[in-house]
């Protein structure tokens, strides 16, 4: 194969195409496992918040008889209430996660255009790529709570997994597309579009 040849080779569209759709639908799967455990910190700070007054009366026996009468463990209660009332409303949290789901099934979509090399893909990429940057910040930025509290509880492997994956999937990706596709178009891989 001659270098010219090699120079026009633009194999590494459908390798980028191949892995936006597997990327884009982890990304959707770890959106929707946020936003269910989000709703589901909300759901528990409900419960805790109606038994405020129980864990009141649980915690004065445990303090006056030194720990050996326990009528339910109000440390838990608190820590609950103290990470759900960090966490940002739900409707933002839900805000965020559906928002993620749909710029994730758009990474879908536009993964499977991009390999058919739909005239005017790139450009739009380039802009969904920026889109899921700016949003990925500010989803990874109000769910840092959940992250936070997941690595003080017991579960710090489960916390760094999803933190990672997380600043991967909802920033480290979508720079990188943006990045590469603008470079593709600056280059003229996208000329006979």
Do not use: Y
Not at 33 to 38: D, I, R, Y
Not at 151 to 164: A, H, K, P, W
């Amino acid at each position: 194969m001659s270098r010219e040849a090699d120079h026009n080779c633009h194999c590494w569209i459908p390798v980028i195409a191949a892995l936006l759709i597997v990327v884009s639908l982890s990304d959707g799967g770890l959106a929707i496992v946020l936003g269910s455990f989000a709703d589901v910190v909300h759901e528990i700070r409900g419960e805790v918040s109606e038994r405020s007054n129980e864990m009141r009366v649980a915690g004065f026996f445990s303090k006056i008889t030194g720990g050996l009468v326990h009528l339910g463990d109000s440390q838990v209660g608190k820590a609950v209430q103290k990470v759900a009332d960090e966490l940002p409303p739900l409707w933002m949290m839900s805000t965020l996660a559906w928002g993620r789901v749909v710029l994730s099934s758009l990474g879908v979509l536009f993964g499977f255009l991009l390999a058919w090399r739909v005239r005017g893909i790139a450009v739009s990429l380039v802009v969904w790529g920026l889109i899921s940057v700016l949003w990925g910040l500010l989803s990874v930025f109000e769910a840092r709570v959940i992250f936070q509290a997941l690595v003080i509880e017991d579960l710090m492997l489960t916390g760094v997994v999803l933190s990672c994956l997380a600043l991967f999937l909802h920033f480290l990706w979508p720079l990188f597309i943006a990045v590469r596709l603008f470079k593709g178009i600056r280059a003229g891989d996208f000329a006979q579009d």
